[in-house]
C-alpha cells in the first residue's frame, strides 16, 4: 500500500500501518499495559513524542519508567511544570530556558524580586496542582515571525534570543505547551502532566543570563524528579547524609580549618587539630620522597617579574596569577608554581651526566588568582600547598623515570584509600607549535 509504512519493533517483529500512525498507536495495539507505561518513543536513534505522527519506514521502541533514557525526558517535563507553576503564580516572570540535569532538572527565571523558601513550597504546591490536573504537553509549530512576535509581546527576551540564535527565518519554530505556558523547545516531552509522580525543588542559584555579568542576573530554581516516590525518598536522604559529610561542616565542627574574611577568601588557616594531620601527612610525603630518591629542596613564594617572564608563565599565566608587587628594586609576583625555582636550584652548579637524574621535590605553597565568587572550602583556593616535583635526566633515562613518576602516584593515591581515579595527561598540539616548547622530534618521542 502506497500510504501504509512498516514499523520494526525490538523483538524483530514487523508491523505494517498507516502512514501518520503514532508511537502511543502502536504501543495501543501491542497492550493496553504498555500504552498506559508509555513515556516516550525512540525512532531510528531519536527520542520523539508518542503522539508524532509516523512518517516512513522505522525502527520503533516504545520507552517506560525502565529505560534511562526515559527518565532524562521525565525531568525535562518536570522542568516544564516548574516553569507553567511559576507563571500561573508569579505571571509577570520572564523565562530563560529549563533541562534536564545529571541528577534532576532547573528553570532560569528573570523576576527583578527574589523567590523566597515560601514562595518555593508554594510553586511547588502549584506542580502537585497542575500534575493532578493532567495536562499534555502539546506540540504546535509556528511560523518563526509569529513565534517572536508573541514572545516579544510578552517581554520574554530570553525566549527571542533563543528563537533567534537556534533557528533561521523562514523556518517553524517548535513550541510545547502545558496549559496556559507555552515554551520554545524542541522537546520530546512525556504525554502529560498526570504521569509526573515524585519530585521535589530543591535550590535556588543566581546565574547571569548567558554567563556574563553585565546582563540581568537569573533566578535558577533547581529541582530533581523521579519515577517512584521511594527513588526520591532515598535521593534526598543521600543528598542530606552528603551535606554531612561536607568537609566545610566537618572542618568546622572538627576545629581542623578556617577561612577568615578579615583575611580573605580561598586563604586557608590550619588549626591546632588540623594542622596535626597536616604535618603527620606531609612529613610521611616527604618520606617517600627520600625513598625515591628525590632531594628535597624549599623556595620562595615570590619572585622578580622578569623570571616569569623568563618562564613564560607571563605570556601564558598570567590570568592565573597574582598581580604585580612593586618593591624598591624590581616588581614581584608571587609564585602560581614551582618549576622555575627548580629549575634555578638545578642549575646553580655544574652538572655532569654522572649526576642524572636529578630529581627535586618540594611541598610547594603556590598561590592562583581565582574570582572571589568562586572560592569552595579547601576545593577552590587562592592559596595551597602542592606536593610538586621535577626531574632532570637524559633522554634515555626518560621511560624509566616516567614508569617511577607513575608508580609513585599510583602508590600515594592507593595509600590515601583512593582506589579510583581519572588521569588527565597533557600533550601537545602539532598545529598550534607556537605554544608548546620543545621541538617535533622530542614531542614525537614524548607521546
Ligand atoms: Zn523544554
Ligand atoms: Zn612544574
Known amino acids: 500500500m502506497a500510504d501504509s509504512i512498516h514499523i520494526k519493533l525490538p523483538d524483530g517483529s514487523t508491523k505494517e500501518v498507516p502512514k501518520g500512525t503514532t508511537a502511543l498507536d502502536v504501543a495501543k495495539s501491542i497492550s493496553p499495559r504498555l500504552a498506559d507505561a508509555a513515556l516516550v518513543a525512540k525512532t531510528n536513534g531519536d527520542l520523539i513524542d508518542l503522539t508524532r505522527p509516523l512518517d516512513r519506514d522505522a525502527e520503533l521502541r516504545i520507552l517506560t519508567e525502565k529505560d534511562p533514557e526515559a527518565l532524562e525526558v521525565y525531568r525535562h517535563s518536570s522542568a516544564h511544570l516548574l516553569a507553567a507553576a511559576v507563571l500561573e503564580l508569579f505571571p509577570e516572570t520572564k523565562l530563560g530556558h529549563g533541562p534536564a540535569t545529571d541528577s534532576g532538572f532547573f528553570y532560569d527565571f528573570y523576576r527583578p524580586t527574589p523567590f523566597t523558601p515560601e514562595d518555593l513550597e508554594k510553586i511547588e504546591r502549584k506542580m502537585q496542582e497542575l500534575a493532578q490536573q493532567n495536562i499534555p504537553y502539546a506540540r504546535e509549530f509556528l511560523p518563526r515571525d509569529e513565534g517572536l512576535q508573541k514572545f516579544k509581546g510578552e517581554g520574554d527576551f530570553m525566549k527571542c534570543h533563543y528563537i533567534e540564535q537556534f533557528t533561521k527565518p523562514d523556518e517553524k519554530i517548535s513550541i510545547y505547551k502545558t ?3 507555552l515554551d520554545f ?22 546565574a547571569y543570563w548567558l554567563g556574563d555579568e553585565k546582563n540581568p542576573q537569573l533566578q535558577r530554581i533547581y529541582g530533581t524528579s523521579f ?21 566545610r561542616v566537618l572542618g568546622k565542627q572538627l576545629d581542623l580549618f578556617s577561612i577568615q574574611e578579615l583575611a580573605g577568601p580561598g586563604l586557608i588557616f590550619w588549626h591546632p587539630k588540623g594542622g596535626i594531620i597536616r604535618k603527620e601527612m606531609e612529613d610521611w610525603m616527604r618520606d617517600q620522597y627520600l625513598k625515591r630518591g628525590y632531594s628535597l629542596v624549599y623556595t620562595p613564594h615570590v619572585a622578580r617579574r622578569q623570571l616569569w617572564q623568563t618562564s613564560g608563565h607571563e605570556g601564558y599565566y598570567a590570568q592565573n596569577m597574582f598581580d604585580v608587587m612593586e618593591l624598591d628594586d624590581a616588581e614581584y609576583r608571587m609564585k602560581p608554581m614551582n618549576c622555575p625555582f627548580h629549575i634555578l636550584i638545578y642549575k646553580d652548579s655544574l652538572k655532569s651526566y654522572r649526576d642524572l637524574p636529578v630529581r627535586l621535590g618540594e611541598l610547594g605553597t603556590v598561590y592562583r588568582y581565582e574570582r572571589s565568587g568562586v572560592m569552595h572550602g579547601l576545593l577552590r583556593v587562592r592559596g595551597f600547598t602542592q606536593d610538586d616535583a621535577h626531574i632532570f635526566c637524559t633522554p634515555e633515562q ?47 618521542l614524548a607521546t
Open 185 to 206: 523547545c524542541r522537546g520530546p516531552h512525556i504525554p502529560s502532566t498526570g504521569k509526573i509522580k515524585a519530585f521535589k525543588l530543591l535550590n535556588i542559584a543566581g
Open 398 to 444: 626518560v621511560e624509566q623515570e616516567i614508569a617511577s613518576c607513575v608508580e609513585f602516584a599510583n602508590d600515594v593515591l592507593k595509600d590515601f584509600g583512593f582506589d579510583q581515579f581519572q588521569t588527565e595527561l597533557s600533550t601537545w598540539n602539532p598545529v598550534d607549535r607556537k605554544n608548546f616548547v620543545g621541538s617535533e622530534e622530542q614531542w614525537n
Open 179 to 181: 496549559g496556559n505556558f
Open 227 to 247: 519515577f517512584s516516590k521511594k527513588d526520591l525518598d532515598s535521593y534526598l536522604n543521600q543528598i542530606e547524609e552528603a551535606k554531612k559529610r561536607d568537609h
